[in-house]
């Protein structure tokens, strides 16, 4: 069975892993293709294993895409949100008039970003 180099699975990721990206993992993360290794009861396993029958895909292509896509799920739900009418003309007004800046926004804005420390 022939798994789809790591390329190729970024080129199908589509839009939504696009989304994402800007998320930088910690410094001290180092990216890997190595294995990963789980357990997982009988009943889950064959589950999965027809699941990925009939998506055509052998097991571990079917698990890598559904993890990708639950991590995306996860990760945009963390950036969109949808709103009603009312809430989003509400929302644009605070953007559009926001409140004077206090004390805890202007120490929290002098602050130097996780991201940027070192």
Known sequence: MATKSPQ???KTAGAAEAAVRPLRPPRSAKPSS???SFRMDSETRALVDRAAAIA???RTDFMLTALRERATEVL???RLFILNDADWTAFVDRLDNPLPPNAKLKALMA???LWDRE
Do not use: V
């Open 8 to 10: 190729s699975r970024k």
């Open 56 to 58: 055509g895909q052998n």
């Open 34 to 36: 190595g294995p990963m």
């Open 111 to 113: 602050r130097t970003p």
């Open 76 to 78: 945009l739900d963390q």
